[in-house]
């Protein structure tokens, strides 16, 4: 690997680690946010969804912005709005404020994640790719697994406010790498940012993911739920009629002819809907059904994030070599056995035999499974579109985990007891199932990248 290769992954990895922590160290600070700012589960669900709105909705448009300015500028913005609008956060003095606050550090966070992998695409070929995707998957996998426990030593020994601040430190170092990187900026002559469809995409999830957190306050029969909610779907249904039609679509619909792009991304929907909602259930109920510490909440999560240290890269190398369809078929399934033995939490909770079990098995099956999707879904599209490639896939991503946060008080029926803890368990079994499935008929192994 050469310094500037090396560089670009560095880059790449720092980068996407500050929007991907951001997106999940939020879940244990959760009922410490309420307990100060006020509200119950709607609140929760708002601080974290506000974020994953925009961030799905604008990281299509961030691809755009890629290919007109350069992939280094993008990252630049990104990197310094990100930074702003998290002091913005922790000074946040009503819950209102921190919500607006979120939705616009989705929009800066959009910024970072397509540009980032669009420069590992563009600098690495063939199984140095393959290895670098492994490398940046772990890393930011590790970060969403990793934001709980930072989250919970912030929010027992500081504050919830300093929760945000955690990414500091890594947005300044990636700064200055990118000042060091002398990289020359790629532009696509002609590109051209579709904000009719960045309209549209964010009315349409913000109107479906409104009525769906709000609907167990007010009820599928209030007007106040059911219009947002039809307007959103009619505003989506626009934006994918919009992408037929337009000149120069934010998500271009002919990705979805490569079999392998539109394969892996019907399991990134499933698998990373069962992703965010295990995060989100596993990480209050610890707190508020089973009485841990905010510390101790984010611990639960820490054998799996040292299986993705040791194992990620390793898995992408595999992946590289035999092709991902059994690591992406083997690993939800082994996910899935990890969520069912979460069953075994009871009233007399116990950390060791009824959680520890399913975290393991749950992480061995995740490290096997996230390089082996990146790995599929890129390698499927030419190098020259990696940066749009890149960015729907993460938006579907985003969204899959927006809507089953949305969907959180349907699946555990208004109320995050241990009953509605169980049932999160078996919807998440079952939505890694379904990816499992999906991989096992959808992809193929060794299909050449196209030229």
Aim: aromatic share 8%.
């Amino acid at each position: 690997m050469t310094r500037e290769q090396r560089t670009v992954l560095a880059i790449a990895v720092l980068a996407s680690f500050v929007s991907f922590l951001d997106g999940t160290v939020v879940n244990v600070a959760l009922p410490a946010i309420s307990g100060e700012l006020g509200g119950g589960l709607s609140t929760q669900q708002w601080v974290v969804d506000a974020y994953l709105v925009t961030l799905g909705a604008f990281i299509l448009v961030a691809g755009s912005l890629s290919d007109v300015f350069g992939r280094v500028v993008v990252l630049r913005v990104g990197l310094i709005g990100f930074g702003v609008t998290s002091l913005a956060i922790a000074a946040a003095p009503t819950a209102e404020f921190l919500i607006v606050a979120r939705a616009l550090q989705g929009v800066t966070g959009a910024l970072l994640v397509p540009s980032s992998l669009a420069l590992i695409t563009s600098t690495f070929r063939g199984p140095a790719q393959a290895r670098a995707i492994g490398i940046w998957t772990g890393a930011t996998t590790v970060a969403m697994i990793a934001g709980p426990l930072i989250g919970g030593v912030f929010v027992d020994t500081l504050s919830w406010r300093l929760v945000f601040l955690v990414n500091v430190a890594p947005i300044a170092v990636t700064m200055w790498l990118l000042a060091r990187l002398g990289h020359r900026d790629h532009r696509r002559p002609g590109a051209r940012v579709d904000i009719v469809g960045a309209v549209l995409c964010a009315a349409g999830l913000g109107g479906v993911v409104f009525a769906l957190i709000e609907q167990p306050n007010l009820g599928w029969a209030s007007p106040v739920i059911w219009i947002p909610g039809l307007v959103g779907a009619a505003a989506f249904l626009g934006f994918l009629v919009r992408q037929r039609l337009a000149r120069d679509p934010m998500m271009p619909l002919d990705l979805f002819r490569a079999r392998n792009f539109w394969a892996g991304n019907l399991a990134t929907v499933f698998l990373y809907a069962a992703l965010s909602l295990n995060g989100f259930v596993v990480s209050v109920y610890l707190q508020q059904g089973a009485g841990l510490s905010a510390t101790l909440a984010g611990l639960a999560s820490l054998p799996s994030t040292i299986l993705m240290i040791l194992l990620s890269s390793r898995m992408g190398a595999l992946a590289g070599r035999y092709g991902p369809r059994l690591f992406m078929t083997v690993g939800p399934l082994v996910m899935a056995v990890g969520s069912i033995l979460l069953l075994s939490v009871g009233d007399d909770f116990d950390y060791w035999t009824q959680v520890l079990p399913g975290i393991i098995v749950f992480g061995l099956g995740l490290t096997a499974t996230v390089s082996p999707l990146t790995a599929a879904v890129l390698g499927a599209i030419e190098s020259e579109r990696s940066g749009i490639a890149s960015a729907v896939n993460n938006a579907v991503s985003r969204v899959a985990g927006l809507l089953a946060i949305a969907a959180v008080s349907a699946v555990v029926g208004g109320s995050l007891d241990l009953d509605g803890f169980h049932r999160a368990a078996i919807v998440t079994a079952a939505l890694m199932v379904l990816g499992g499935l999906a991989s096992f008929l959808g992809i193929r192994n060794r299909l050449s990248r196209p030229v």
